[in-house]
């Protein structure tokens, strides 16, 4: 059974703004039976402001999708076309407080027919680029065909880089089969398309043993640089600040609480708290601060205080 | 729910029966001994195991005792029989199986076939589930080292003619494995009239408990085991031997065998009428399978123009459990191979929902389900873009993408 969110269920249990709204001025059709997922969206539009003043749905799928599709004509009532445009799946899944990585699509599919709505009262075509394959990454949602057209488009050759790339085998890392799979085809399409060299090409065998890069923990302090107590904790805060962005854009953040001698102790907050990467992250923090200190610190996370 | 839940799903894993329980537990903590010890402690595992083995032998049908091996269920037996066969066939190196086996024969068969250890025949079915017999006589060649086919299929019961398939299969010279998971305990079966040469079974579709199963070797025929180590199953699966699993499916065995014509008769009785009910209910819905050849506790109807997690949420929350070809309710994005492998459209394939009964329900189960399904269809199908437009759904439905 899925874990869906008491929004989800209440969503598919008790969708609002299903059924078809008479003279709709614009419609998006999107899905097909054949691919288990379907929805049209009606959209009533005041021409004057440009607002969609009303939204019904009719959807053919499962719980989730249902529950996108009520959630979605929710989402855009009241707002301006211009305004409507701007939403993404994102938003979509985030209203209903998350979907399972498996069923991320329903809201691609949501965003989607809005697109195609628009279009339509707009009186232009709205062309789908969409396309999407079985999920193989469960940790970051990552599908097969954004792994296909990431190597591709990439000429990727390893793991590794599908990883970088699209995080893909980042975390639990117990895909490396699937992952391998997609290698070994999409490799072995290009090089029968003249796009690869063939000794390059990617073929599933001896895998090398992960090797853990080793920490960067210095046990020497540069002589050069003789920091005092205050100007150590300024170039920690300096280097946090630094960081928090990129962790930010995971939904994450860190915060600085105190420095004790080499004991850094910080607050892992919004994403990062339970994520099972959060010991990588810290890790992570740690080796930044290393460098940029250049005296051995260790990092240590401390739960939220109320 | 107030009311008591209906559980229909018992294809999917049953209750194990509260006599099987009993059965199991002195053997946690009284009667704790390796049954491979010389002490007492062990003897008296070793002779409730031997009495276990017995009373699952009988059941099957088995000429000998120690044509059973136990494993650790339905998948490890079914891999230690085609692995098996591989290793001891010579220079055969194909393996013939269906397009509607479990994946516990079908992935394995791939990776076979992607690694270069096999060569593999995947035979067809019709539009109701039947093996393509032609297909089958002529994928068997002196290369064909060993034929997989299931006894009964797991999502639409349809039963699969074995006895015969098995001696085509000796007239090639390949050993015959039948995965008889779901027919086990559901219909009469009787290995030593048959030439089936090994089949696998699990522990928990027949009221027994979960992690054992039992792999049937045909006395005389060659195995390999898959797991090496000990002396234990005269050294065909290494591993201490899990007693008290053993000896409740032992117990579970002689259930089945006592309630073995409750399930061709009460069970059937029971199926047929809550099928017949929903099919007069609801229209646009339909029976998937060979009807004139299946299991007795098992069917499956597509309701067209809906999808199958969608009606398992609503059918969840009035308390009534069954399950679903539907590719939303297992992460895929194709609804269930053997649907499309019967060429059902995919129209109906989404929403095919799997009824499965066992001795432990009775008639007012089948009294909620005639109940509450017709609601539930009826709104999904209110729901849906395609219903109304069912005549003509295609030209009028015109998505961006097909």
Redesign the interface.
């Known amino acids: 059974m899925w874990e869906y969110s008491e929004k989800v269920k209440d969503y598919?249990?008790n969708?609002k703004n299903?059924?078809i709204l008479e003279d709709a001025d614009g419609v998006g059709?999107?899905?097909?039976?054949?691919?288990?997922?379907?929805?049209?969206l009606m959209i009533k539009v005041d021409a004057p402001s440009q607002t969609i003043t009303d939204a019904r749905f009719?959807?053919?799928?499962?719980?989730?999708?249902?529950a996108s599709s009520s959630a979605l004509t929710e989402l855009i009532i009241g707002k301006t076309i211009d305004e409507a445009m701007g939403l993404t799946n994102q938003d979509i899944a985030d209203f209903l407080g998350g979907l399972p990585p498996?069923?991320m699509h329903c809201s691609v599919m949501g965003q989607e027919a809005l697109q195609?709505a628009i279009a339509n009262y707009r009186g232009e075509a709205?062309?789908?680029d969409h396309e999407?394959?079985?999920?193989i990454c469960k940790c970051f949602g990552v599908d097969e065909g954004m792994i296909e057209r990431t190597v591709r488009t990439n000429g990727l050759t390893s793991i590794e880089e599908i990883t970088n790339y699209t995080k893909a085998g980042g975390g639990c890392s117990t895909c490396a089969e699937g992952i391998e799979g997609v290698l070994e085809r999409v490799n072995a399409a290009m090089v029968a398309e003249g796009l690869l060299a063939a000794d390059r090409a990617f073929h599933a065998g001896v895998v090398p043993l992960p090797v853990k890069a080793r920490k960067v923990v210095r046990t020497e302090a540069p002589a050069a640089r003789a920091l005092s107590n205050l100007q150590k904790i300024r170039l920690i805060e300096e280097t946090i600040a630094q960081i928090r962005p990129s962790l930010q854009r995971d939904g994450g953040d860190c915060e600085l609480i105190d420095v004790e001698g080499n004991r850094v102790l910080v607050r892992l907050t919004g994403a990062c708290v339970g994520c099972h990467l959060s010991g990588a992250t810290i890790e992570g923090v740690q080796a930044r601060l290393v460098e940029a200190v250049g005296v051995p610190l260790l990092v240590v996370p401390v739960s939220a205080m109320h | 729910m107030s009311a008591q839940p209906v559980y229909l799903d018992n294809n999917a894993t049953t209750r194990t029966d509260p006599a099987v329980v009993t059965a199991m537990l002195p053997f946690f903590t009284e009667q704790f001994g390796n049954a491979s010890s010389m002490h007492a402690f062990g003897a008296e595992v070793g002779g409730a195991i031997t009495h276990a083995r017995r009373a699952l032998a009988d059941l099957l049908g088995a000429a000998f005792d120690h044509e059973i091996v136990y494993t650790g269920g339905g998948t490890e037996a079914d891999s230690t029989a085609i692995l098996s066969a591989l290793e001891t066939q010579g220079q055969r190196n194909e393996v013939i199986t269906s397009a509607v086996e479990h994946p516990a024969v079908l992935s394995l068969v791939a990776h076979l076939e992607k690694t270069g250890r096999a060569r593999v025949h995947i035979i067809p079915v019709d539009a109701r589930g039947r093996l393509d017999m032609e297909a089958y006589a002529k994928a068997l060649s002196e290369r064909t080292a060993i034929v997989s086919i299931m006894w009964a299929n797991n999502e639409t019961g349809t039963l699969f003619p074995v006895e015969r398939l098995a001696e085509m299969a000796h007239g090639a010279g390949a050993l015959f494995h039948t995965d008889a998971v779901q027919a086990v305990g559901k219909i009469p079966i009787d290995l030593k009239s048959t030439a089936i040469d090994m089949l696998s079974l699990s522990g928990h579709k027949l009221h027994g408990p979960k992690g054992i199963g039992a792999l049937y070797v045909r006395k005389g025929v060659r195995l390999r085991p898959l797991i090496r180590g000990g002396h234990q199953e005269r050294g065909r699966r290494a591993g201490t031997e899990n007693a008290p699993a053993i000896i409740g499916l032992g117990k579970a065995a002689e259930l089945a065998a006592a309630h073995m014509a409750e399930e061709q008769t009460r069970v059937k009785a029971l199926r047929d009428r809550l099928e017949a009910g929903l099919l007069a209910a609801i229209g646009n819905s339909f029976v998937t399978g060979d009807v004139e050849s299946r299991l007795p506790n098992t069917c499956n109807i597509a309701f067209e123009y809906i999808e199958g997690e969608a009606i398992l949420l609503l059918m969840n929350r009035e308390g009534i459990a069954a399950s679903s070809g539907s590719a939303c309710t297992s992460g895929s994005l194709e609804p269930s191979h053997v649907l499309r492998a019967m060429n059902v459209p995919y129209t109906a394939a989404h929403g095919a929902i799997r009824f499965s009964f066992s001795r432990e329900n009775g008639p007012e189960d089948v009294a909620r389900v005639l109940e509450a399904m017709p609601p539930i269809i009826a709104r999904l199908r209110e729901m849906s873009p395609f219903w109304r437009e069912r005549d003509q759904h295609t030209a009028a439905f015109n998505p961006t993408y097909a």
């Open positions: 598919f249990f969708p299903s059924g059709d999107v899905g097909a039976i054949s691919c288990g997922d379907a929805l049209r009719q959807t053919f799928g499962c719980g989730s999708a249902i498996e069923k195609a709205w062309v789908d999407e394959g079985a999920l």
